[in-house]
């Protein structure tokens, strides 16, 4: 029997490409790029990312990327000041619509 989070986790893999799922860890690791961000380009929500983040990683790792963007400001943009505008990194100019740069 699969737990609710292992279906969540098959839906969200079968839906997406390996390299998009390589930018959705690049981009939740990014400090300036919101959950709202990932959501509008990939449709996944803020407990989904946690639930990819949480089995593409180490458990090491993904304790201390949770131990890093818990609170921060830059990543959630409800919280984020309102003069700030950008939320993608300068590697990510390249990506428009879903798709990746070539790089």
Do not use: C, Y
């Amino acid at each position: 029997m699969h737990t609710a989070q292992s279906l969540v986790l098959m839906e969200i893999q079968k839906n997406l490409t390996p390299e998009e799922l390589d930018r959705i860890i690049e981009m939740a690791w990014e400090d300036r790029t919101t959950f709202d961000a990932i959501t509008a380009q990939f449709g996944l929500s803020e407990k989904k990312i946690i639930t990819l983040m949480r089995r593409e990683m180490k458990e090491s790792s993904f304790k201390m990327w949770r131990k890093r963007v818990q609170g921060r400001i830059t990543k959630h943009k409800a919280k984020a000041p309102k003069d700030l505008d950008r939320f993608k990194s300068k590697m990510q100019k390249g990506i428009s619509l879903n798709k990746i740069s070539k790089r």
